[in-house]
């Protein structure tokens, strides 16, 4: 059973960095062919991919989003992690990290999920 946990601070400040790390326990960040995304829910909306980060380490970005997002990933933790930067009060939203089995084609290719984890950005 693979099971992905979010961690990272739930307030911080705008204009600062927001840094989220995923834990992925029960299967590897490196086995074929999966992607392990970044997907964030601000309040009373849908969901948002942000960015993930493949199996071989390839990233890929939302362009809406590409100039302040930044994922990179540590094996040797089973670990990925999200830095978003420059962030402002419309970033508040529920993080969330996933994986996807179908190559970033929808959202139907998701298997798992983190919880989430409310990040709110305000001085």
């Known amino acids: 059973q693979v099971q992905l946990q979010e961690s990272g601070p739930g307030l911080v400040k705008p204009s600062q960095t927001l840094s989220l790390t995923c834990t992925v326990s029960g299967g590897s960040i490196t086995t074929n062919y999966y992607y392990w995304s970044w997907i964030r829910q601000p309040p009373g909306k849908g969901l948002e991919w942000m960015g993930a980060?493949?199996?071989?380490?390839?990233?890929y970005y939302s362009p809406s989003l590409k100039s302040r997002t930044s994922i990179s990933r540590d094996t040797s933790k089973n670990q990925f992690t999200l830095q978003l930067s420059s962030v402002t009060p419309e970033d508040t939203a529920v993080y969330y990290c996933?994986?996807?089995?179908?190559?970033?084609?929808?959202?139907?290719?998701?298997?798992?999920w983190g919880q989430g984890t409310q990040v709110t950005v305000s001085s």
């Open positions: 996933a994986r996807d089995t179908g190559g970033l084609t929808g959202w139907g290719t998701y298997d798992y």
């Open positions: 980060i493949a199996y071989s380490g390839s990233t």
